[in-house]
């Protein structure tokens, strides 16, 4: 495997051969990595909105994300910067927060706390970097300008700004999408459908922050691609989030980036998680089809491992089914792993060694058999050779 030494600049693809699915080409290609010189590999997933407690669909995307960190990680030695952004301002929030009677900032600082406790309580490891969309207005309002100095942004009736996607020739670059011919709606004054939304003009009664094109808050798409451009630059290499996400939030996000970096692409891997679906279902789990488990409600009947168990069960890219009979063999999976890890700690302690001695003195086993019976204990001396091979050692003693 790839030695804990090996400096960042050895991460070399092709001698590892690490091959990615990609969003955007539709099948596997090899780890791309756009400056040799960088000293990390950035990795940035979309948060969540926080106007709610999480459900076990978000959950199942963040557990995924964080294995497929792991691995990177541990198997293959990438250095991640990881960045995730919470949106904590949002039409949601603001309906939310009046039916309650509470402060919208209130109410995003309670959700987003229990996220963070959700994904502690999960085994998810937190991102480096934690980024609130309230702390980056100027930002976002700088890249706005821009797009709009650029061309490719125009100013409706009501004071909102959006972006112009027919003046990207590449916009479709995740999902294919049909251009109509550009018309002028009646609602809203948008020049095309898939134009969207860079910045919305204040109502009566929001909350709003003042710009130089009017006074409003973000659009959606435009926070994720300010804030990982804050703090990656104007390339990013691991870009993720729910399969839900890809179109139009992150086709978005890759047009208007690559608009203001002026570059051919902004992001060089995306990587999207299947959605999670009750038994029996076919739709995903989502608020709006009050079909939601919270996590709270999840850990109050499983442990956090076997929902781990039952995300690993299945591809990344997969939907998953999640239930009683799911669950049912992810915890049985889980069992079987415990007792395997569980039985090898032992002869490792020496608590089982005749079992492990009659296993591996048997005549019946080969020389190659021995080797990688051996391999499996790595706590036998590493001088000790095959009893088969004639004039050697034959005794194998454990470390103490
Ligand atoms: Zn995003």
Redesign the pocket.
Known sequence: MFQRSSTIRKYCTTKFGLRLYDGREKEKIPLRVADNLKPFLSFYT??PTVYDSAHIGHASCYVRLDIVQRIMRHNFRLPLLTAM?ITDIDDKIITRANERGVPWQQLARRYEDEFWSDLNRLNVRSPDIKLRVTEHIPAIARFVQTLIDKGFAYRTSDGSIYFETSKYEHYGKLQKVVMEPAIATATGGKRHPSDFALWKASKPGEPFWAANFGNGRPG??I??STMASHVFGSRVDFHA?GLD?RFP??EN?ETQSCCYHDVPDWVTHWIHTGQLHLEGQTHKMSKSLKNTITVAELLEKYEPDEFRMLCLLSHYRSAIEFGPESMTTARNVLRKFSSFFGDSKAYIDGLKPATFSAILYSPSVTSSQWYKKRSMVPQIKATQTCPHSSGLPTSVRFWQ
């Open positions: 979309c948060g952004n959606w798409h926070e994720c989030g996400l939030h992150h996000e």
